[in-house]
Structure formats: C-alpha cells, structure tokens
C-alpha cells in the first residue's frame, strides 16, 4: 500500500509482510537509488491522501487497480531481463534477491546486516551465501599440490 512506505530514523523504509505472516511487521531499507523513483512516482500518480491504495497497482483487464499478482511481477521481471540481454531459464526473478544479497556481502556487510536485508529467520540460511561466494575464489582444490 502507499502508506507502507514510511521515514524511520530518517531514512526511507518500505513495511512488508514477514514469510507467513498476516500483519505488515518487517520493513526493508529503501536506499537512494530505489526510493526516489518510487517517491517521483508516487507524487505523480497518486493523492498523498490514498494511503490505502496498492503502491504498484496492476493494470491488467482482470486485475486493474488492484495489487500486482506474483506472476505480474515475475513477468515484468521477465521482460525486463529480456530487455537487457539477459536471457536464461536458470535466471528468475527470484535471482534478483540472490544478487542482492551477493552483492552486500561482497560490499563487506557483515553476517547480521545481510541476514537482516534477506529478512532470514535463520543465520545459517544466509551463511550459504557466504559460503558459496567465496566457493571458487577459495577452492580447497587450489591448495592441493601436484
């Protein structure tokens, strides 16, 4: 909804709904980059005083006006790759959230930001991260001596 995104601590913050959970009770950081397009849109396109209304309302004929549905998203997503030249069954829109998280950890965010930003119940889900970043660069297989 418009009114999820909220100023907390000073920063731009966007209240989302935790893995299997009926009330709004996590937020995600909305970093420059993400929240001035949204918040020119917004101030575009929308009555500051209709909080209530979906932040990206679909525009589809069965839809219209009402939240974007999953499969919405997944084929923007879509489209957007294709776009770019980024073609591959192996990539979703769910490899987006993958790069994120990749890209914080090797920007030198320490195991509780990322764990945080990933919105992981548990520290060992994203310690897969790590480990599978470092995998190649530090391969036990490099230390074997012929």
Not at 88 to 98: G, Q, Y
Request: glycine letters at 6%; hydrophobic letters at 40%.
């Amino acid at each position: 909804m418009v009114g999820d995104i909220r100023v907390e601590s000073g920063e731009s913050v966007l209240w989302v709904h935790g893995k299997n959970r009926s009330e709004k009770d996590e937020f995600v950081v909305l970093v420059d980059v993400a929240a001035t397009p949204i918040l020119e849109w917004l101030a575009s396109n929308h009555d500051p005083a209709l909080s209530n209304k979906p932040l990206f309302p679909s525009f589809s004929r069965r839809n219209s006006g009402k939240h974007l549905t999953s499969n919405g998203v997944s084929r923007i997503v879509r489209d957007a790759m294709r776009r770019a030249g980024i073609v591959s069954d192996r990539l979703t829109p769910h490899s987006l959230r993958h790069t994120a998280v990749s890209l914080a950890i090797a920007g030198g965010a320490s195991l509780a930001q990322v764990q945080a930003m990933a919105r992981h119940a548990d520290p060992r889900t994203t310690m897969v991260y790590f480990h599978n970043l470092n995998r190649i660069s530090d391969a036990a297989e490099k230390c074997v001596k012929f």
